[in-house]
């Protein structure tokens, strides 16, 4: 049983370069592309129209962590905000419990 195969033969030179241009294709879209993006819409919507303060790319940098991290146990139900009877003032329905799971533990 002979198959003939076709076989990529890449070249030392190739290979590095085509690995070089993955890992910066996936710096600037998962990270420079984001931080531009929340600096410039922060600047415009706190900076010019509400006349707060700009911020810097190491500033929008931490933002997009926060962002990230955010949607990451949003997603993965890490953070759960349900509402708790109080024993303390029945009158305040509006008590808010935030629960954070270890595991995927399920109620």
Same mark, same amino acid.
Do not use: R
């Given at each position: 049983?002979?198959?003939?195969?076709?076989?990529?033969?890449?070249?030392?030179?190739?290979? @590095?370069?085509?690995?070089?241009?993955?890992? !910066?294709?996936?710096?600037?879209?998962?990270?420079?592309?984001?931080?531009?993006?929340?600096?410039?819409?922060?600047?415009?919507?706190?900076?010019?129209?509400?006349?707060?303060?700009? =911020?810097?790319?190491?500033?929008?940098?931490?933002?997009?962590?926060? @962002?990230?991290?955010?949607?990451?146990?949003? +997603?993965?139900?890490a953070i759960r905000i349900r509402r708790v009877k109080s024993d303390i003032d029945? !009158?305040?329905? +509006?008590?808010?419990? =935030? @629960?954070?799971?270890?595991? !995927?533990?399920?109620?």
């Open positions: 049983m002979n198959k003939n195969y076709n076989i990529i033969h890449i070249n030392s030179l190739t290979g @590095i370069i085509v690995v070089l241009l993955l890992i !910066s294709g996936f710096i600037c879209g998962f990270i420079l592309l984001p931080v531009w993006v929340v600096k410039n819409i922060w600047n415009m919507l706190v900076g010019q129209m509400l006349n707060g303060p700009i =911020i810097q790319y190491y500033q929008a940098a931490l933002l997009w962590v926060l @962002i990230a991290l955010g949607l990451y146990m949003n +997603n993965k139900n029945p !009158s305040d329905k +509006n008590n808010i419990e =935030i @629960i954070m799971k270890e595991d !995927s533990d399920n109620d």
